[in-house]
T-cell receptor, first 114, second 112 residues
Framework: AQKITQTQPGMFVQEKEAVTLDCTYD???????LFWYKQPSSGEMIFLIY??????QNATEGRYSLNFQKARKSANLVISASQLGDSAMYFC???????????FGQGTTLQVKP | NAGVTQTPKFQVLKTGQSMTLQCAQD?????MSWYRQDPGMGLRLIHY???????DQGEVPNGYNVSRSTTEDFPLRLLSAAPSQTSVYFC???????????FGQGTRLTVV
């Protein structure tokens, strides 16, 4: 069965500092994809970054990078140089090629302090 | 390019009423899904579809029906609304590569 675990309900970070949001996953499939989404207080879901299970390099998108450790089944999101606009809820998600199901973790609320 | 369109944006139902949440996408995506999000929680998968004519249950399917007669549309039906179905509902679609899922704006449903 697929499972995503985010163990940090809430995080604080000082503006301009880097922050890591934790995500672990569980699947028996060999082919899968990992995602991070941002949900601001307005409610929309914003795609941030994607990592395929066969990708050898960690994915990066601007200030976002995904620290992919396959053996540990972790896919942590690193946000560099935090901005006030980064305050939001962040969700880790996974899809497996076998099922096509995209499932989400419980989310982490990030607050950036000025 | 409208992306994923959900209607309505807000809805209040009485217990026992039925209704259909509409979801349409114009990106020719094969995969479509419905989620519910309760306060302070993640998105839980209700039903999903990997193509027209194919649907399957997610984590919380009870009380909901879906069908996928066309690639574009994936309606979610509440057969007999209950207060426990008060939630925000999201529809999402993606292509076969599933590198990115596109979300609708959500439907806020209240059952009284």
């Amino acid at each position: 069965a697929q499972k995503i675990t985010q163990t940090q309900p809430g995080m604080f970070v000082q503006e301009k500092e880097a922050v890591t949001l934790d995500c672990t996953y569980d699947t028996s499939d060999q082919s899968y994809g990992l995602f991070w989404y941002k949900q601001p207080s307005s409610g929309e879901m914003i795609f941030l970054i994607y990592q395929g299970s066969y990708d050898e390099q960690n994915a990066t998108e601007g200030r976002y990078s995904l620290n992919f450790q396959k053996a540990r089944k972790s896919a942590n999101l690193v946000i560099s140089a935090s901005q006030l606009g980064d305050s939001a809820m962040y969700f880790c998600a996974m899809v497996t090629s076998n099922t096509g199901k995209l499932i989400f973790g419980q989310g982490t609320t990030l607050q950036v302090k000025p | 390019n409208a992306g994923v369109t959900q209607t309505p944006k807000f809805q209040v139902l009485k217990t026992g009423q039925s209704m259909t949440l509409q979801c349409a996408q114009d990106m020719n995506h094969e995969y479509m899904s419905w989620y519910r999000q309760d306060p302070g929680m993640g998105l839980r998968l209700i039903h999903y579809s990997v193509g027209a004519g194919i649907t399957d249950q997610g984590e919380v399917p009870n009380g909901y029906n879906v069908s996928r007669s066309t690639t574009e549309d994936f309606p979610l039906r509440l057969l007999s609304a209950a207060p426990s179905q008060t939630s925000v509902y999201f529809c999402a679609s993606s292509d076969r590569d599933q590198i990115e899922a596109f979300f609708g704006q959500g439907t806020r449903l209240t059952v009284v």
